[in-house]
C-alpha cells in the first residue's frame, strides 16, 4: 500500500506571495492533518480535516487555511507569506478521527521564503 | 490542555549502550502517547503507542516504553544502540477523539563507534 505522498517536496518562494501544498494520504483514510516543523517552534500541529471538514485547528494565523477533497486529497495554502513561514510542512493520515488510531506521515514539504 | 516535555534535547551513547529518552506528559484527560522517529530529511514514523491497554509498549527496531501514571512518564529504552538509531526521536500526546497530536521539542541521538 503507498504511503502518504506531498507534493511538491521543495519549494522557494518570496515574501508576500501565496503557496499551496498537496497531500495525498493513504488509500482508506479518510482523516488528514497537517503540522509545521521548525527548528524554533519544534512541531505544531495546524488543522485536521475528516469527511471534507474541518475538525479541529491549530493556533495559527488565518493565513493558514486548507481542504480537503472527496477523495480525502487535502491541500493546504498559505498566503502573504512571511520570512517566519519557512519550514517544512507534513501531512498524516490516518484512518478516522479517534484518538487511538496511528497518525502516518508523508515526506514533508519545505518551504523557504526569501 | 495537553503538553509533553523531553528531557535533553540531545543524547549520545556508545554503540552497544544502553539508550534511554524521556518523556514527561500534561494531560487532564486519559492519555495516548507515540514515540516517533525522524531521520534526515524525511517525515516522521511511529516506534511505538500506548492507548490504555498494556502499560509496557513494545515497538519497531527493538524499542520499547513503559507508561507510568503516578510519574507521569513515557520513557523510550532500547537494550542496545545501533548505529542505525541516530535520529531525532519525538513523544507526543493526544487524547480519545482527537487527532491533534501535541509534540515534545525532540531529543537527537547519537551514537558513538
Known amino acids: 500500500k503507498a504511503g502518504v505522498t506531498q507534493t511538491p517536496r521543495y519549494l522557494i518562494k518570496t515574501r508576500g506571495q501565496q503557496v499551496t501544498l498537496s497531500c495525498s494520504p493513504i488509500?482508506?483514510?479518510?482523516?488528514v492533518s497537517w503540522y509545521q516543523q521548525t527548528p524554533g517552534q519544534g512541531l505544531q500541529f495546524l488543522f485536521e480535516?475528516?469527511?471534507?471538514?474541518?475538525?479541529n485547528k491549530g493556533n495559527f494565523p488565518g493565513r493558514f487555511s486548507g481542504r480537503q477533497f472527496s477523495n480525502s486529497r487535502s491541500e493546504m495554502n498559505v498566503s502573504t507569506l512571511e520570512l517566519g513561514d519557512s519550514a517544512l510542512y507534513l501531512c498524516a493520515s490516518s484512518l478516522s478521527a479517534g484518538g487511538v488510531d496511528t497518525q502516518y506521515f508523508g515526506p514533508g514539504t519545505r518551504l523557504t521564503v526569501l | 490542555a495537553q503538553s509533553v516535555t523531553q528531557l535533553g534535547s540531545h543524547v549520545s551513547v556508545s554503540e552497544g549502550a544502553l539508550v534511554l529518552l524521556r518523556c514527561n506528559y500534561s494531560?487532564?484527560?486519559?492519555?495516548?502517547l507515540f514515540w516517533y522517529v525522524q531521520y534526515p530529511n524525511q517525515g516522521l514514523q511511529l516506534l511505538l503507542k500506548?492507548?490504555?491497554?498494556?502499560?509496557l509498549v513494545k515497538g519497531i527496531n527493538g524499542f520499547e516504553a513503559e507508561f507510568k501514571k503516578s510519574e507521569t512518564s513515557f520513557h523510550l529504552t532500547k537494550p542496545s544502540a545501533h548505529m542505525s538509531d541516530a535520529a531525532e526521536y519525538f513523544c507526543?500526546?493526544?487524547?480519545?477523539?482527537?487527532?491533534?497530536?501535541?509534540f515534545g521539542q525532540g531529543t537527537r541521538l547519537t551514537i558513538n563507534p
Open positions: 507526543a500526546v493526544s487524547h480519545q477523539g482527537a487527532q491533534k497530536l501535541v
Open positions: 494531560s487532564s484527560v486519559p492519555p495516548y
Open positions: 500506548y492507548t490504555s491497554a498494556a502499560t
Open positions: 488509500s482508506g483514510h479518510r482523516s
Open positions: 480535516y475528516f469527511s471534507e471538514t474541518q475538525r
